[in-house]
């Protein structure tokens, strides 16, 4: 029988955040009965706003995926497990590493070994990261390019990614990973500029002020619309020979960070392009050019993106134009 999320039960991990909480009101309308699991971390992008169109037809837990009597709880019955509750904040991810390790590694081998013994037939569907291929080799980077993770963050993420397939080959727990690109659009946090660095720069734009472009601005980025991730993430759930593999998800389109400033500018129609210095530690653990090969998703997933950048980013303008008050903190 074709698999469907209508009248099925699905976790959300993390989907109080950017992507979970877009992805939960997808699943909702396809008629899914959608769990959110989600700790409000600190400095992060869970926001009960995020999920307004939906609250009433959700369940949430606010509960850590490393504490294994809350897992135990919320793992039982479930049909999908969206992996996507994780410590993304790379700039933290220096300052602070055995959180990282801890949220990212720990936290997802708790729900694997809870998969594991109380409900081997659960569908995983894991968030990794672009990052974990670390320094471009070869451009576009395929699923094959080489693994040279720098910085803590890249590393927990490959580990979690190792660890979700060899759960899905040893003990057979179905489970598709995704090393995800950029992504920018509506409900990403935008409290500080420590991660999601398009939407960093749509703020400083609406505030009228200077968009920070690190070096000569000429590093290439490969950047998703939000929409765009959501579809590939569901379809990839969906698809049957998509488990067990590993999947790039992008755009496959690079970008310069200065033409992306001066694009946000151009819609924004206010702020101004700054260059400024690489601090130390984000110099660090810049990885240069990506951007990714998406032909493996196109063939088994029948996935491609439909947002062209221009329209992404008038998109999420408008947004932010709507809903500043609930995003604008911390400042
Ligand atoms: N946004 C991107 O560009 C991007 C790119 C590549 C990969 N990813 C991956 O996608 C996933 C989601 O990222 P996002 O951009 O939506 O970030 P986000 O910060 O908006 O959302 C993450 C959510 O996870 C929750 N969380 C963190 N630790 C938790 C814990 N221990 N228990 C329960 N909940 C916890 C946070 O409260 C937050 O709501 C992450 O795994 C991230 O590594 C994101």
Redesign the pocket.
């Known amino acids: 029988m074709p698999l469907t999320y209508k009248n099925k039960k699905v976790l959300i991990?993390?989907?109080?955040?950017?992507?979970?909480s877009n992805l939960a009101i997808a699943l909702v309308k396809k008629g899914a009965k959608v769990t959110i699991?989600?700790?409000?971390?600190k400095r992060?992008?869970?926001?009960l706003f995020n999920i307004g169109p939906i609250k009433s037809q959700v369940k949430i837990s606010f509960?850590?995926?490393?504490n294994p009597k809350a897992v135990k709880e919320l793992i039982p019955e479930k049909d999908f497990i969206f992996?996507?509750?994780?410590?993304?904040?790379h700039v933290d991810s220096i300052r602070n590493p055995l959180k990282d390790l801890s949220?990212?590694v720990l936290?997802t081998l708790v729900i694997l070994e809870i998969c594991r013994k109380i409900n081997k037939d659960a569908r995983i569907i894991f968030?990794?990261?672009?990052?974990q291929y670390g320094e471009s080799v070869k451009l576009p980077v395929s699923e094959k390019h080489p693994m040279n993770p720098k910085g803590v963050?890249a590393i927990t993420?490959l580990c979690a990614e190792n660890l979700v397939m060899v759960y899905n080959d040893i003990h057979k727990i179905a489970a598709v990973a995704l090393?995800?690109?950029?992504?920018?659009g509506a409900?990403?946090?935008m409290a500080h500029d420590e991660?999601?660095v398009l939407n960093w720069f749509i703020r400083k734009a609406l505030d009228n002020k200077e968009i920070p472009v690190f070096g000569d601005g000429r590093i290439l980025r490969d950047f998703l619309y939000v929409d765009d991730l959501v579809e590939a993430i569901s379809l990839a759930g969906l698809t049957d020979k998509a488990y067990g593999e590993v999947f790039n998800v992008g755009s496959g389109k690079p970008i310069s960070f200065i033409d992306l400033a001066k694009k946000i500018v151009h819609f924004a129609k206010s702020g101004s392009v700054q260059f400024t210095q690489f601090s130390k530690e984000r110099k660090e653990i810049e990885p240069g050019d990506y951007y990714a090969d998406i032909s493996k998703i196109k063939k088994l997933v029948g996935w491609k993106p439909k947002t062209s950048l221009d329209a992404g980013i008038k998109k999420t303008i408008d947004y932010y134009r709507k809903h500043k008050k609930h995003y604008w903190k911390n400042d």
Do not use: E, P
Not at 13 to 20: D, E, K, R
Not at 63 to 66: A, C, G, L, P, V
Not at 179 to 184: K, L, W
């Open positions: 991990t993390g989907g109080l955040g950017f992507i979970g699991m989600d700790n409000m971390l992060q992008g869970g926001n509960s850590d995926i490393r992996h996507l509750a994780g410590q993304v904040n949220i990212n936290g968030s990794g990261t672009r990052g963050y993420n090393r995800i690109t950029n992504t920018y409900r990403h946090q991660y999601g």
